[in-house]
DNA sequence: GTCGTTCCTTGGATCGATCAAGGGGATCGG
DNA sequence: CCGATCCCCTTGATCGATCCAAGGAACGAC
């Protein structure tokens, strides 16, 4: 077992495997770092010492000679409480295992909400992160600009919307595609008044999702005005807009840019005894949990969040290697998860 | 500005810096570790030299010569998916921020899901971590005598249920007095058949939430037999586990260990038409993002995620310093927040 | 003028790994 | 028998900050 018993206070050192092992230091370097340059009987020798020790190369005075630390660095943002970022978690963990595999681990940071710059500068002149995961792009992406100027490694979660020709390399998912499937599936269950509740205009995304189903409905010449409705993201915004819509067009659906507002649809059906999932039917966004647990379920668009965490990886991994391999923007397609509340 | 131009390739080093200012390395090592030393003017010119070049010292070779690495380890598991874990985002976030004032940053590490020690002994060897924050202490705890042995810091999130003789730090939320709060919030309301759902007995959190309910029912002389079901943490398993209960024990108000299976039981009333909130009390646990959305809102126990967060770095905090000092359990008390779901 | 502070400098060693050359031994052709 | 050529391994320097110990300059007190 590894260096059992005695203090834990020093781990073994890549001296004491060489001594062990009857070899010089390089030698057990190389054993771990470029096997198939030893001698296969010595490698077994040495890879004996190495696990009889216990022993793990030191990551601080590896990371001093090489100049890079095998970390990547991800803003943890302020989660606004109520918003559906719990999916989060789904990307971050697929996050932290993919990158583990490519030998990399997370170092979560943070800085001032409103700064966006806020936290990169210390961790890039420190040199503790070789790169970064970028993903509050909401509104434009100053960091991209800023980072690029810094020559610092980084791929973002988000397209950039704001500077299309930006050569930076990132991953998003295609929130049209995804409304445009919503909008389909009611089309397919019979609605042809099919309303939309978003956010408000200043979001890149929220345009976007808008355009899916925007398109969707012009395609089949189907009317849309009076039917759309742009808010915050908040349940009472959400049950506000659907409570307009319903008297002034009767819609016999909503499409939702998010699950909170779906949810708040719900509330204004609920109010109107109107039972929705037969009556109306109900889209929203994200897959969040709320969609998944609430009775009967919230059909929902789901970003596929594993794949975008892989893809993102994949991108860095090019980045990072010698010589490093531009990735390109990466566009993926969402998915419906369809439960009852669209009949 | 911070060495704007110029090649962003080699960061400015200690030398540098005391070159530009007019003193020694040792002067300038002074200058960020023990300012005190200084003379006011020195301290000031050595200042402006670092800010002029932007300089901030190199993590690897601090690192490597301190023996620290100023991170601290934490497991993200693998988020069992409808779980009510979205909670961790509030959690993690003020980790992160507490953390960093104290100059420490976040490393995400993840393990094979069924090996509850999966992850640590790598980082452990590597020096990769100065301590770790364990979170996964659901069923036992062999984390905490594994790093005990290994002489690592740590602190857990979690009482040391299957070793109460345990010396670790640890930080930990009063379950039973969140269910006591919520069962005499229904009591106040003037309900009396307040019935149980839980999760099953090996569950040593969920034993204790339960705990919290019985002591204070026995409190009033009021019956408990009959009324109580431990399940699946399931939206369904609640469904049904309240479904029966109604049938054969008639219950006015129900407390539960999740908002999970809160969700189940208003899916239940709902197959009824019983009008919750009115006829049916209802209390959750973890006050979730469901629990806030749903209509009306569920009335739910909320724990202090974020005292939690500071006081494990606080305990944190003691443990890495020189000498360290040993840090005492903490139990803190949750909340109730109130909504329609409650009456 | 001597002694003692205070503040800074000097030169070195050190942390533990990797980089860049260099060296010993075997093998082979001449 | 000698030198060229591999192959495999070793040697010394290096990354950048911190620790250590000794020493020098300026200043005031006696």
Redesign the pocket.
């Known amino acids: 077992m590894a260096w059992s018993g005695r203090l834990a206070l020093?781990p073994p050192?890549?001296?004491d495997v060489a001594e062990r092992a009857g070899?010089?230091?390089?030698?057990v370097?190389?054993a771990?770092?470029n096997p198939e340059?030893?001698?296969p009987d010595?490698l077994v020798r040495v890879q004996d010492a190495i696990a009889e020790l216990g022993y793990s190369?030191?990551r601080a005075?590896?990371n001093?000679?090489?100049r890079a630390s095998h970390l990547i660095g991800l803003k943890f943002n302020p989660a606004q409480e109520g918003t559906a970022n719990a999916a989060m978690d789904r990307f971050v963990h697929t996050l932290v295992e993919t990158a583990a595999d490519s030998g990399y681990h997370l170092l979560l940071f943070s800085g001032s909400t409103d700064d966006p710059l806020g936290g990169y500068d210390d961790l890039l002149r420190s040199t503790a992160v070789d790169a970064f995961i970028v993903t509050d792009t909401y509104l434009g992406n100053p960091q991209a600009t800023w980072l690029t100027s810094r020559r610092a490694p980084f791929v973002a979660f988000g397209r950039p919307w704001d500077n299309p020709g930006a050569t930076h390399a990132w991953v998003d998912v295609d929130g049209a595609a995804g409304t445009q499937l919503a909008t389909e599936h009611l089309l397919d269950k019979g609605h042809t008044r099919i309303a939309w509740i978003g956010w408000r205009k200043d979001s890149f995304i929220g345009e976007d999702r808008r355009s899916g189903w925007l398109r969707t409905m012009h395609a089949r010449d189907l009317a849309t005005t009076g039917l759309a409705s742009r808010v915050e993201d908040t349940v009472a915004s959400g049950r506000e807009a659907a409570s307009v819509l319903l008297d002034e067009a009767h819609p016999s659906a909503f499409v939702c840019a998010s699950d909170t507002l779906a949810m708040g649809v719900l509330h204004a059906l609920g109010d109107r005894g109107i039972h929705w999932g037969r009556d109306v039917a109900v889209v929203g966004f994200d897959d969040s949990q709320v969609a998944q647990v609430v009775p009967g379920g919230l059909t929902s668009v789901r970003q596929p969040l594993e794949e975008v965490a892989v893809e993102l990886v994949r991108a860095l991994g090019g980045l990072l290697s010698t010589p490093p391999v531009a990735a390109p923007g990466v566009l993926l397609s969402p998915t419906l998860a369809v439960r009852l509340s669209s009949g």
């Not at 070899?23 to 030698?27: A, L, N, Y």
């Open positions: 020093t050192t890549l001296a070899v010089s230091r390089q030698t370097s190389n771990v770092n340059l030893l001698r010595t190369p030191n005075a590896r001093l000679r090489t």
